[in-house]
Protein backbone atom coordinates (compact mmCIF):
# COMPACT_ATOMS: atom_id res chain seq x y z
CA UNK A 1 0.00 0.00 0.00
CA UNK A 2 3.01 2.07 1.05
CA UNK A 3 3.01 5.50 2.98
CA UNK A 4 -0.46 6.55 2.28
CA UNK A 5 -2.00 3.07 2.65
CA UNK A 6 -4.06 3.82 -0.51
CA UNK A 7 -4.16 1.66 -3.67
CA UNK A 8 -3.19 3.47 -7.13
CA UNK A 9 -6.69 4.99 -8.27
CA UNK A 10 -7.73 3.27 -11.18
CA UNK A 11 -10.35 3.80 -14.19
CA UNK A 12 -13.44 1.77 -13.50
CA UNK A 13 -15.98 3.85 -16.13
CA UNK A 14 -19.21 3.61 -14.90
CA UNK A 15 -19.76 0.04 -14.53
CA UNK A 16 -19.41 0.09 -10.62
CA UNK A 17 -22.11 2.87 -9.99
CA UNK A 18 -21.79 6.24 -9.23
CA UNK A 19 -20.72 5.42 -5.60
CA UNK A 20 -17.68 3.96 -6.40
CA UNK A 21 -15.04 6.79 -4.49
CA UNK A 22 -11.59 5.74 -4.73
CA UNK A 23 -11.61 5.26 -8.89
CA UNK A 24 -11.77 7.63 -11.86
CA UNK A 25 -15.66 7.36 -13.41
CA UNK A 26 -14.87 9.73 -16.78
CA UNK A 27 -10.52 9.73 -16.78
CA UNK A 28 -9.11 7.58 -18.93
CA UNK A 29 -5.55 9.20 -19.51
CA UNK A 30 -4.97 7.09 -22.72
CA UNK A 31 -8.32 7.73 -23.72
CA UNK A 32 -8.17 9.96 -27.40
CA UNK A 33 -10.83 12.49 -27.09
CA UNK A 34 -10.51 14.88 -30.47
CA UNK A 35 -7.39 13.50 -31.67
CA UNK A 36 -5.21 13.63 -28.39
CA UNK A 37 -5.15 11.38 -25.29
CA UNK A 38 -6.99 13.27 -22.65
CA UNK A 39 -3.72 13.21 -20.64
CA UNK A 40 -2.50 15.49 -23.37
CA UNK A 41 -5.53 17.72 -23.17
CA UNK A 42 -5.47 18.55 -19.41
CA UNK A 43 -2.02 17.74 -17.82
CA UNK A 44 -3.24 17.96 -14.28
CA UNK A 45 -0.56 19.20 -11.73
CA UNK A 46 -0.79 18.81 -8.19
CA UNK A 47 -0.07 21.80 -6.26
CA UNK A 48 2.41 21.58 -3.30
CA UNK A 49 1.38 24.21 -0.72
CA UNK A 50 -2.32 23.28 -0.51
CA UNK A 51 -1.64 18.95 -1.18
CA UNK A 52 0.87 19.12 1.43
CA UNK A 53 1.30 21.91 3.33
CA UNK A 54 -2.41 23.44 3.91
CA UNK A 55 -3.47 22.44 7.89
CA UNK A 56 -6.87 23.20 6.78
CA UNK A 57 -7.26 26.45 9.00
CA UNK A 58 -10.01 28.94 8.32
CA UNK A 59 -10.39 32.47 9.35
CA UNK A 60 -12.33 31.48 12.73
CA UNK A 61 -10.91 27.59 13.00
CA UNK A 62 -7.06 26.29 13.63
CA UNK A 63 -6.32 23.28 11.47
CA UNK A 64 -8.14 19.87 11.16
CA UNK A 65 -5.86 17.99 8.43
CA UNK A 66 -4.15 14.31 9.41
CA UNK A 67 -1.48 13.93 7.60
CA UNK A 68 1.33 11.37 7.97
CA UNK A 69 3.95 13.41 7.93
CA UNK A 70 3.49 15.08 10.90
CA UNK A 71 5.14 12.25 12.85
CA UNK A 72 8.49 14.46 11.62
CA UNK A 73 8.45 17.43 14.21
CA UNK A 74 11.38 19.17 12.92
CA UNK A 75 11.04 21.26 10.06
CA UNK A 76 13.68 19.86 7.59
CA UNK A 77 12.90 16.54 8.71
CA UNK A 78 9.34 17.14 7.67
CA UNK A 79 10.05 18.88 3.96
CA UNK A 80 12.80 15.76 3.58
CA UNK A 81 9.51 13.71 3.90
CA UNK A 82 6.48 15.25 2.22
CA UNK A 83 8.85 14.83 -0.66
CA UNK A 84 8.41 10.77 -0.46
CA UNK A 85 5.01 10.81 0.18
CA UNK A 86 4.17 13.66 -2.98
CA UNK A 87 5.76 11.61 -5.09
CA UNK A 88 3.87 8.54 -4.30
CA UNK A 89 0.46 10.28 -4.03
CA UNK A 90 1.40 11.57 -7.72
CA UNK A 91 2.12 8.77 -9.20
CA UNK A 92 -0.96 7.04 -7.54
CA UNK A 93 -3.17 9.21 -8.67
CA UNK A 94 -1.40 9.16 -12.21
CA UNK A 95 -0.95 13.03 -12.18
CA UNK A 96 2.25 13.63 -14.37
CA UNK A 97 3.25 17.14 -13.20
CA UNK A 98 3.40 19.07 -9.86
CA UNK A 99 3.82 22.90 -8.95
CA UNK A 100 5.29 24.54 -5.95
CA UNK A 101 6.11 27.87 -4.20
CA UNK A 102 9.83 27.73 -3.35
CA UNK A 103 8.89 28.47 0.46
CA UNK A 104 6.48 25.45 0.29
CA UNK A 105 9.41 23.01 0.24
CA UNK A 106 11.68 23.88 2.76
CA UNK A 107 11.83 26.17 5.82
CA UNK A 108 13.39 29.58 6.07
CA UNK A 109 16.66 30.43 8.10
CA UNK A 110 17.46 33.76 9.16
CA UNK A 111 19.34 34.32 6.35
CA UNK A 112 18.79 34.26 2.31
CA UNK A 113 21.82 32.00 1.84
CA UNK A 114 20.88 30.05 5.25
CA UNK A 115 17.24 29.94 3.52
CA UNK A 116 19.00 29.30 -0.24
CA UNK A 117 21.15 26.31 1.08
CA UNK A 118 17.58 24.57 2.99
CA UNK A 119 16.14 24.50 -0.39
CA UNK A 120 19.10 22.49 -2.13
CA UNK A 121 18.69 19.78 0.42
CA UNK A 122 14.90 19.49 -0.35
CA UNK A 123 15.18 20.35 -4.47
CA UNK A 124 18.01 17.56 -4.32
CA UNK A 125 15.29 14.66 -3.04
CA UNK A 126 12.81 16.03 -5.40
CA UNK A 127 15.25 15.92 -8.33
CA UNK A 128 15.79 12.13 -7.38
CA UNK A 129 12.50 12.08 -7.19
CA UNK A 130 11.37 13.06 -10.74
CA UNK A 131 14.23 11.12 -11.89
CA UNK A 132 13.00 7.76 -10.71
CA UNK A 133 8.80 8.45 -11.54
CA UNK A 134 8.79 10.31 -14.46
CA UNK A 135 6.87 13.35 -13.00
CA UNK A 136 7.76 16.87 -14.40
CA UNK A 137 7.71 20.30 -13.09
CA UNK A 138 4.48 21.84 -14.66
CA UNK A 139 5.67 25.36 -12.96
CA UNK A 140 7.17 26.90 -10.05
CA UNK A 141 7.20 30.13 -8.21
CA UNK A 142 8.41 32.54 -5.30
CA UNK A 143 6.50 32.94 -2.38
CA UNK A 144 6.63 37.22 -2.31
CA UNK A 145 3.65 37.18 0.21
CA UNK A 146 3.61 35.17 3.02
CA UNK A 147 6.58 36.51 5.30
CA UNK A 148 6.12 39.76 7.44
CA UNK A 149 8.76 41.60 5.64
CA UNK A 150 6.56 41.74 2.46
CA UNK A 151 3.92 43.53 4.04
CA UNK A 152 4.09 46.00 1.65
CA UNK A 153 4.72 44.31 -1.34
CA UNK A 154 8.13 42.40 -2.65
CA UNK A 155 8.55 44.16 -6.06
CA UNK A 156 6.01 47.06 -5.46
CA UNK A 157 7.64 47.76 -2.05
CA UNK A 158 8.55 50.98 -1.00
CA UNK A 159 11.39 49.31 0.95
CA UNK A 160 14.39 48.95 -1.55
CA UNK A 161 16.01 46.68 0.85
CA UNK A 162 12.80 44.38 0.60
CA UNK A 163 13.21 44.65 -3.24
CA UNK A 164 16.43 43.67 -3.13
CA UNK A 165 15.79 40.65 -0.99
CA UNK A 166 12.99 39.65 -3.33
CA UNK A 167 15.32 39.98 -6.69
CA UNK A 168 17.64 37.58 -4.85
CA UNK A 169 14.87 35.29 -4.03
CA UNK A 170 13.81 35.49 -7.50
CA UNK A 171 17.59 34.34 -8.45
CA UNK A 172 17.75 31.22 -6.61
CA UNK A 173 14.06 30.25 -7.72
CA UNK A 174 14.42 30.39 -11.21
CA UNK A 175 18.16 28.71 -10.82
CA UNK A 176 15.66 26.08 -9.21
CA UNK A 177 13.47 25.97 -12.16
CA UNK A 178 16.21 25.56 -14.46
CA UNK A 179 17.18 22.90 -12.73
CA UNK A 180 14.49 21.05 -12.08
CA UNK A 181 13.38 21.60 -16.12
CA UNK A 182 9.81 23.69 -15.19
CA UNK A 183 8.02 24.13 -18.62
CA UNK A 184 6.80 27.05 -16.84
CA UNK A 185 7.54 29.79 -14.12
CA UNK A 186 4.40 31.51 -12.62
CA UNK A 187 4.42 35.19 -10.94
CA UNK A 188 1.64 36.05 -8.58
CA UNK A 189 1.61 39.77 -6.82
CA UNK A 190 -0.14 38.32 -3.87
CA UNK A 191 0.79 41.70 -1.89
CA UNK A 192 1.74 43.76 -5.64
CA UNK A 193 -1.17 46.28 -4.89
CA UNK A 194 -2.47 48.87 -2.49
CA UNK A 195 -4.21 49.02 0.29
CA UNK A 196 -4.33 52.95 0.68
CA UNK A 197 -4.21 55.49 -2.29
CA UNK A 198 -2.92 58.40 -0.75
CA UNK A 199 0.00 56.38 0.16
CA UNK A 200 0.71 55.19 -2.68
CA UNK A 201 2.57 56.01 -6.09
CA UNK A 202 0.78 53.40 -8.58
CA UNK A 203 2.91 54.34 -11.40
CA UNK A 204 6.30 54.49 -9.08
CA UNK A 205 5.11 50.90 -8.24
CA UNK A 206 4.10 49.34 -11.45
CA UNK A 207 7.36 50.66 -12.75
CA UNK A 208 9.31 49.28 -10.37
CA UNK A 209 7.60 45.92 -11.08
CA UNK A 210 7.79 45.72 -14.75
CA UNK A 211 11.98 46.34 -14.40
CA UNK A 212 11.47 43.63 -12.26
CA UNK A 213 10.24 41.00 -14.80
CA UNK A 214 12.42 42.46 -17.06
CA UNK A 215 15.34 41.49 -14.75
CA UNK A 216 13.88 38.29 -14.25
CA UNK A 217 13.55 37.28 -18.25
CA UNK A 218 17.32 38.77 -18.53
CA UNK A 219 18.61 36.52 -15.90
CA UNK A 220 16.38 33.61 -17.39
CA UNK A 221 17.97 33.96 -20.55
CA UNK A 222 21.60 34.64 -18.54
CA UNK A 223 21.68 30.91 -17.48
CA UNK A 224 19.32 29.23 -20.22
CA UNK A 225 16.15 28.46 -18.30
CA UNK A 226 13.82 27.49 -21.24
CA UNK A 227 10.63 28.25 -19.22
CA UNK A 228 7.63 30.11 -20.34
CA UNK A 229 7.20 33.20 -18.01
CA UNK A 230 3.66 33.81 -16.24
CA UNK A 231 0.94 35.72 -15.12
CA UNK A 232 -1.55 35.13 -12.36
CA UNK A 233 -4.47 37.50 -12.46
CA UNK A 234 -6.40 38.49 -8.99
CA UNK A 235 -8.09 41.49 -7.91
CA UNK A 236 -8.03 41.61 -4.64
CA UNK A 237 -7.03 39.29 -0.84
CA UNK A 238 -4.97 40.12 0.34
CA UNK A 239 -4.73 43.77 -0.89
CA UNK A 240 -7.67 45.79 -1.17
CA UNK A 241 -6.91 46.09 -5.08
CA UNK A 242 -3.95 44.09 -6.91
CA UNK A 243 -2.29 45.15 -9.89
CA UNK A 244 -2.79 42.18 -12.12
CA UNK A 245 -6.45 42.66 -11.37
CA UNK A 246 -7.95 40.32 -14.09
CA UNK A 247 -6.50 39.19 -17.86
CA UNK A 248 -7.48 41.97 -19.59
CA UNK A 249 -5.76 44.29 -16.83
CA UNK A 250 -2.97 42.14 -17.26
CA UNK A 251 -2.15 41.59 -20.66
CA UNK A 252 -2.46 45.85 -20.69
CA UNK A 253 0.15 46.23 -18.23
CA UNK A 254 2.57 43.53 -20.13
CA UNK A 255 1.60 46.00 -23.33
CA UNK A 256 2.52 48.92 -21.78
CA UNK A 257 5.92 47.68 -20.47
CA UNK A 258 6.96 45.73 -23.45
CA UNK A 259 6.55 42.28 -21.76
CA UNK A 260 4.47 40.74 -24.28
CA UNK A 261 6.94 39.14 -26.20
CA UNK A 262 7.87 37.45 -22.48
CA UNK A 263 4.80 36.39 -20.68
CA UNK A 264 1.31 34.84 -20.89
CA UNK A 265 -0.87 34.03 -18.24
CA UNK A 266 -1.97 31.92 -15.28
CA UNK A 267 -5.89 32.06 -14.69
CA UNK A 268 -7.93 30.66 -11.86
CA UNK A 269 -11.54 30.12 -11.55
CA UNK A 270 -11.69 31.62 -7.84
CA UNK A 271 -9.69 34.46 -9.05
CA UNK A 272 -11.80 35.09 -11.97
CA UNK A 273 -15.13 34.88 -9.81
CA UNK A 274 -13.63 37.48 -7.30
CA UNK A 275 -12.96 40.03 -9.82
CA UNK A 276 -16.36 39.76 -11.14
CA UNK A 277 -16.06 37.76 -14.39
CA UNK A 278 -16.83 33.97 -15.09
CA UNK A 279 -13.87 31.62 -15.63
CA UNK A 280 -14.77 31.29 -18.97
CA UNK A 281 -14.98 34.57 -19.30
CA UNK A 282 -11.30 34.86 -18.31
CA UNK A 283 -10.09 32.25 -20.51
CA UNK A 284 -11.72 34.18 -23.80
CA UNK A 285 -9.88 37.17 -23.34
CA UNK A 286 -6.87 35.68 -22.93
CA UNK A 287 -7.40 33.21 -25.52
CA UNK A 288 -8.38 35.77 -28.43
CA UNK A 289 -5.53 38.32 -27.21
CA UNK A 290 -2.68 35.04 -27.93
CA UNK A 291 -2.12 35.30 -23.58
CA UNK A 292 -3.35 32.04 -22.62
CA UNK A 293 -0.73 30.48 -20.75
CA UNK A 294 -1.83 27.73 -17.82
CA UNK A 295 -4.56 27.18 -15.78
CA UNK A 296 -5.46 26.83 -12.17
CA UNK A 297 -8.53 23.93 -11.60
CA UNK A 298 -10.14 25.57 -8.67
CA UNK A 299 -13.82 26.57 -8.02
CA UNK A 300 -14.88 29.16 -5.06
CA UNK A 301 -18.55 29.17 -3.69
CA UNK A 302 -20.97 31.94 -5.43
CA UNK A 303 -22.48 32.83 -1.78
CA UNK A 304 -18.83 33.56 -0.02
CA UNK A 305 -17.01 36.72 -0.97
CA UNK A 306 -13.39 35.29 -0.67
CA UNK A 307 -10.90 32.69 -1.95
CA UNK A 308 -12.28 29.42 -1.56
CA UNK A 309 -9.82 27.70 -3.15
CA UNK A 310 -12.88 24.49 -3.79
CA UNK A 311 -12.12 21.40 -6.34
CA UNK A 312 -13.68 21.60 -8.93
CA UNK A 313 -16.93 19.51 -8.83
CA UNK A 314 -19.37 22.52 -11.18
CA UNK A 315 -19.46 20.81 -14.81
CA UNK A 316 -21.31 23.32 -16.32
CA UNK A 317 -17.89 25.13 -15.66
CA UNK A 318 -15.84 22.40 -16.81
CA UNK A 319 -17.44 22.46 -20.06
CA UNK A 320 -17.08 25.78 -20.69
CA UNK A 321 -13.32 25.56 -19.23
CA UNK A 322 -12.76 23.15 -22.19
CA UNK A 323 -14.69 24.29 -24.62
CA UNK A 324 -12.65 27.36 -24.71
CA UNK A 325 -9.59 24.75 -24.15
CA UNK A 326 -10.34 23.08 -27.49
CA UNK A 327 -11.14 26.50 -29.44
CA UNK A 328 -7.64 27.33 -28.44
CA UNK A 329 -5.84 23.63 -29.32
CA UNK A 330 -4.19 23.34 -25.75
CA UNK A 331 -4.18 24.75 -22.42
CA UNK A 332 -1.23 27.01 -23.64
CA UNK A 333 2.02 26.57 -25.22
CA UNK A 334 3.00 24.23 -21.94
CA UNK A 335 0.25 24.96 -20.03
CA UNK A 336 -1.81 22.42 -17.64
CA UNK A 337 -4.33 21.81 -15.03
CA UNK A 338 -3.07 22.58 -11.74
CA UNK A 339 -5.11 21.69 -8.65
CA UNK A 340 -4.65 25.12 -6.85
CA UNK A 341 -7.10 23.47 -4.61
CA UNK A 342 -7.56 22.39 -0.84
CA UNK A 343 -10.64 19.92 0.66
CA UNK A 344 -12.93 21.53 2.77
CA UNK A 345 -12.02 21.74 6.61
CA UNK A 346 -14.54 18.92 7.14
CA UNK A 347 -12.43 16.47 4.46
CA UNK A 348 -9.71 16.38 7.06
CA UNK A 349 -8.37 12.31 6.06
CA UNK A 350 -5.52 11.69 4.39
CA UNK A 351 -7.78 9.76 2.08
CA UNK A 352 -9.63 12.65 1.54
CA UNK A 353 -6.60 14.26 -0.21
CA UNK A 354 -7.06 11.71 -3.04
CA UNK A 355 -10.65 11.33 -3.49
CA UNK A 356 -10.48 15.53 -3.90
CA UNK A 357 -8.39 15.21 -6.16
CA UNK A 358 -10.27 12.19 -8.20
CA UNK A 359 -13.25 14.65 -8.10
CA UNK A 360 -11.41 17.60 -9.69
CA UNK A 361 -9.60 15.10 -12.45
CA UNK A 362 -13.12 13.71 -13.07
CA UNK A 363 -14.86 16.72 -13.30
CA UNK A 364 -12.77 17.82 -15.63
CA UNK A 365 -12.36 14.58 -17.86
CA UNK A 366 -16.20 14.76 -17.98
CA UNK A 367 -15.78 18.08 -19.26
CA UNK A 368 -13.62 17.25 -22.00
CA UNK A 369 -15.43 14.74 -23.21
CA UNK A 370 -18.68 17.11 -23.36
CA UNK A 371 -17.01 20.05 -24.55
CA UNK A 372 -15.33 17.70 -27.52
CA UNK A 373 -18.80 16.61 -28.72
CA UNK A 374 -20.02 19.96 -28.60
CA UNK A 375 -17.12 20.77 -31.16
CA UNK A 376 -17.41 17.77 -33.37
CA UNK A 377 -21.34 18.79 -34.08
CA UNK A 378 -20.30 22.53 -34.30
CA UNK A 379 -23.02 23.48 -31.88
CA UNK A 380 -21.32 26.77 -30.55
CA UNK A 381 -19.39 27.48 -33.84
CA UNK A 382 -23.16 27.59 -35.76
CA UNK A 383 -24.87 29.71 -33.11
CA UNK A 384 -21.72 32.56 -33.37
CA UNK A 385 -21.61 32.25 -36.99
CA UNK A 386 -25.09 32.82 -37.60
CA UNK A 387 -25.31 35.81 -34.83
CA UNK A 388 -22.39 37.53 -37.12
CA UNK A 389 -23.50 36.41 -40.26
CA UNK A 390 -24.68 39.93 -41.78
CA UNK A 391 -21.24 41.32 -41.53
CA UNK A 392 -20.29 38.70 -43.94
CA UNK A 393 -21.68 40.27 -47.00
CA UNK A 394 -23.09 43.78 -48.14
CA UNK A 395 -22.61 46.71 -45.24
CA UNK A 396 -21.23 44.83 -42.88
CA UNK A 397 -18.23 43.11 -44.81
CA UNK A 398 -17.28 46.61 -45.46
CA UNK A 399 -16.85 46.99 -41.57
CA UNK A 400 -14.82 44.26 -41.05
CA UNK A 401 -12.42 44.94 -44.56
CA UNK A 402 -11.98 48.65 -42.98
CA UNK A 403 -13.51 50.42 -46.56
CA UNK A 404 -16.47 51.66 -44.26
CA UNK A 405 -16.56 55.23 -42.73
CA UNK A 406 -18.99 57.23 -40.83
CA UNK A 407 -20.13 58.51 -44.42
CA UNK A 408 -21.17 55.76 -46.26
CA UNK A 409 -22.80 53.72 -42.70
CA UNK A 410 -24.99 57.35 -42.38
CA UNK A 411 -25.68 57.01 -45.79
CA UNK A 412 -26.72 53.10 -45.86
CA UNK A 413 -29.04 53.85 -42.81
CA UNK A 414 -30.51 57.23 -43.51
CA UNK A 415 -33.79 56.26 -44.91
CA UNK A 416 -34.20 53.11 -43.06
CA UNK A 417 -37.23 53.14 -41.55
CA UNK A 418 -37.37 51.82 -37.89
CA UNK A 419 -39.82 48.44 -38.74
CA UNK A 420 -36.83 47.27 -41.07
CA UNK A 421 -34.43 47.89 -38.36
CA UNK A 422 -36.27 45.93 -35.63
CA UNK A 423 -36.91 43.30 -38.61
CA UNK A 424 -32.97 43.17 -39.03
CA UNK A 425 -32.61 41.54 -35.74
CA UNK A 426 -33.15 38.39 -34.41
CA UNK A 427 -33.66 36.45 -31.38
CA UNK A 428 -30.83 34.43 -29.63
CA UNK A 429 -32.82 32.13 -27.89
CA UNK A 430 -31.11 32.17 -24.94
CA UNK A 431 -33.04 29.47 -22.43
CA UNK A 432 -33.17 27.05 -25.80
CA UNK A 433 -29.24 27.34 -26.29
CA UNK A 434 -28.49 26.72 -22.00
CA UNK A 435 -31.29 23.85 -22.28
CA UNK A 436 -29.21 22.58 -25.31
CA UNK A 437 -26.12 22.67 -23.29
CA UNK A 438 -27.44 20.91 -20.60
CA UNK A 439 -28.21 17.82 -23.01
CA UNK A 440 -25.09 17.86 -24.26
CA UNK A 441 -23.94 17.49 -20.79
CA UNK A 442 -26.45 14.55 -20.09
CA UNK A 443 -26.00 12.92 -23.32
CA UNK A 444 -22.15 13.10 -23.65
CA UNK A 445 -21.56 11.52 -20.33
CA UNK A 446 -24.62 8.80 -20.75
CA UNK A 447 -22.53 7.39 -23.98
CA UNK A 448 -19.11 7.88 -22.03
Known amino acids: MGLWDIDKIEYVGREKGPQEGLAFHYYDADKVVAGKKMKDWLRFGVAWWHTFNQELVDPFGTGTAQRPYYKYTDPMDQAL ?86 AGQLKKSLEIGKRLGAENYVFWGGREGYENLWNTEMKREQDHIAAFFHMCADYAKEIGMDAQFLIEPKPKEPTLHQYDFDA ?42 GFLGSLDANQGDKLIGWDMDEFPTDLYETVAVMWEVLAAGSIGPRGGLNFDAKPRRTSFTPEDLFRAHIAGMD ?61 ATKSDHLESVKATINNYIIDALAEA
Open 363 to 423: SYAAGLLVAAKMHEDHYIEDLQEARYSSFDSGIGATVEDGTATLASLAEYAIDKPQSELIA
Open 248 to 289: ATAINFLRTYDLTDVFKLNLEGNHANLAGHTYQHEIRVAREA
Open 81 to 166: AKVDYAFELFTKLGVEYFCFHDRDIAPEGDTLRETNANLDKVVDKIEENMKATGVKLLWNTSSLFTNPRFVSGAATSPFADIYAYA
